[in-house]
């Protein structure tokens, strides 16, 4: 979730309701609700990983149920299938050569991850860079970078290969002669693009071995290739076409972790379990496809509405960034968006929903607090965060985010459809439906840029395995869920703890948190001091590397 957020209380009941939202009663809507996610998070679909059977047995109900109300495919079909790598692996026949001997790969040296196939082959001279040869980099300046936690190797690896590319380099051997204490290691899940030359990486013993021993040049022979492991995804779309000059968009993801397979579960030692997803997103599909046919059958006829059910967001917003792709959509086009993720746990007591995106147009101001109801909102301006919107915001489009908020089951296979606050997720749904109403009187919404908190500045080494509560802003940071087996888990802290330190740092909130996490390293040892009941706790803390 986004750092910057303010609150606003709202104890008023909700004076304005809709006409298609009154006439559908609430014991209707959670039926539906219980229906949907019920399949949706079942044990059937296998946690909808993106690519699986169940994300297809997903998708098939989602167009049944489209089918049924009547709403219409977008351009002639319901299903947008995209292709997308998921990942890289290195090639059996894979070599690197430096003079005649093959290194071993992975202990001597290996292929980076952004490395293109191909050959290149010469006698090289260490940090001599010619074109139309080799060029051999030391991968860190210096000693201390070496032993820096927070440098990005593989970012630095690559704006050198983009400035070799420029002047003329064949291939590109960055080593290590410093013995780094955090290792470049083959980064199967790179972001960052194949290039078009071959690029390797030497060890710290592939360095010793090979080149330290070289009275001037080595005969250098790269021969590389990778594979890309490729995943198809399908996004799903239907559309009510109401003839208008705009378009209003409202998403939600329908994929989830399938069992654990791509490493981003929260619970330790889960690969094999069925993820169900049922918050999430199953909660945010099933609210999208009722608000559907509510817009279907309702009076809204400023804008045609489509209704977006997006893949591959758990794997980096992907299904959303296709989409956008394929249909070219953008701001001079497109009204605005809205998107729903994790709309199934709004708290009893606390009936917190953050809405992200409040900045992103002037319009948000007049709808938003339109439409008061018996939540407490917690608004935050930001345009990017961390699902859907977010590539639609980069298309300059005005964007809104519906969130109740993470928990102790956020990424563990225990996300199941008995923990659903259904009655509270059919209040977010008619809220979310006065917004649309609301807008459909209002001529298309400016947009506007935001301020974007530049979290990736502050990067660390070392996790405390806890879940944020992100609706907090009481000063320190308030635990939503501890994962087990992990730092904090260990040291004893409990869900509804707010932590106040680490170490002799202050924790004000999410932002300097995360600036304390920065200057531990793995293995250290420290405290951490609690609020709990009233009471201050410090416990003894170790950390170990984040995953």
Same mark, same amino acid.
Not at 269 to 284: E, M, T
Not at 289 to 314: C, G, P, R, T
């Given at each position: 979730?986004?750092?910057? %957020?303010?609150? =606003? ?13 009154q ?18 998070? &079942?044990?059937e679909?296998?946690g909808?990983?993106?690519? &699986?059977e ?8 989602i ?22 790598? &998921?990942? %890289?692996?290195?090639?059996? !026949? ?29 006698e ?28 990005n ?19 590109v ?29 030497l ?29 198809? $995804? ?41 993820h ?11 609210? =999208? ?18 209704f ?40 009893? &007591? ?29 608004l935050?301006?930001?345009? *990017? ?40 997720? !059919? ?7 006065? *917004? ?8 298309k ?19 405390? $395995? ?10 320190g940071?308030? *635990? ?5 087996? %992990?730092p ?52 003894? =803390?170790e ?5």
């Amino acid at each position: 979730m986004t750092l910057r %957020r303010s609150i =606003l209380s709202i104890t008023a009941i909700l004076l304005f309701q809709p006409v298609i939202a009154q006439k559908v009663s609430d014991k209707k809507i959670v039926k539906q609700l219980k229906k949907d996610i019920g399949y949706l998070a &079942s044990d059937e679909l296998k946690g909808r990983r993106t690519g &699986s059977e169940g994300e297809k047995m997903a998708a098939e109900h989602i167009v049944s149920f489209y089918k049924k109300q009547g709403i219409a495919e977008y351009e002639g079909k319901y299903i947008y299938p995209f292709e997308f790598v &998921s990942g %890289r692996s290195i090639d059996n !026949a894979t070599l690197l050569k430096v003079g005649t001997e093959k290194l071993t790969i992975k202990e001597d040296g290996f292929p980076v991850a952004f490395s293109g196939n191909g050959s290149a082959y010469g006698e090289v001279i260490p940090d001599v860079m010619e074109q139309g040869k080799i060029w051999m980099i030391s991968m860190f300046e210096d000693e201390e970078q070496a032993k820096d936690p927070h440098f990005n190797w593989e970012k630095a690896a690559f704006e050198k290969c983009e400035n070799a590319i420029k002047q003329g380099a064949k291939g590109v051997l960055f080593y290590d002669k410093f013995d780094a204490k955090y290792p470049a290691v083959f980064n199967k899940k790179t972001e960052y693009e194949s290039l078009s030359i071959p690029v390797a990486y030497l060890s710290y013993k592939g360095y010793t071995q090979y080149v330290d021993k070289a009275k001037n040049s080595i005969l250098v022979a790269l021969n590389i290739t990778l594979k890309d492991k490729m995943l198809k $995804g399908n996004n799903i779309i239907g559309f009510v076409n109401n003839g208008a000059k705009h378009t209003v968009i409202l998403g939600a993801h329908y994929d989830h972790l399938g069992l654990g397979q791509d490493g981003n579960s929260m619970q330790a030692n889960s690969k094999g379990q069925i993820h169900n997803g049922a918050d999430d997103n199953a909660s945010g599909s099933a609210a =999208l496809m009722q608000l559907a046919s509510w817009v279907k059958d309702s009076e809204l006829k400023n804008y045609n509405y489509l209704f977006i059910h997006f893949s591959a967001e758990e794997l980096g917003l992907i299904g959303s960034k296709k989409v956008v792709e394929q249909l070219g959509f953008e701001g001079s086009q497109v009204a605005y968006m809205i998107n729903m993720d994790m709309v199934g746990r709004l708290n009893d &007591s606390t009936h917190a929903l953050t809405v992200g995106g409040v900045g992103t147009s002037p319009a948000w101001g007049k709808v938003i607090d339109a439409n008061t109801g018996d939540f407490k909102i917690v608004l935050d301006s930001a345009g *990017v965060g961390p699902s859907d919107h977010t590539s639609f915001y980069h298309k300059n489009i005005p964007v809104l985010f519906f969130f109740t908020g993470t928990h102790s089951d956020y990424h563990k296979p225990s996300d199941d459809a008995n923990k659903i606050n259904y009655t509270g997720e !059919a209040l977010i749904m008619k809220y979310i439906y006065g *917004v649309v109403t609301k807008m459909d009187a209002m001529p298309k919404p400016e947009f506007q840029k935001t301020k974007t908190k530049e979290a990736g500045k502050v990067r660390f080494k070392v996790t405390l $395995g806890i879940m944020p509560d992100y609706s907090y802003n009481d000063g320190g940071l308030k *635990v939503d869920g501890v994962t087990d087996g %992990r730092p904090a888990g260990k040291a004893g802290v409990k869900a509804g703890d707010i932590i106040t330190k680490l170490g002799d740092l202050e924790i004000r909130g999410i932002q300097t948190y995360m600036e304390a996490l920065s200057e531990f390293e793995e293995g250290d040892k420290t405290t951490v001091t609690v609020m709990r009941g009233g009471e201050e706790l410090t416990m003894p =803390l170790e950390f170990t590397p984040k995953k």
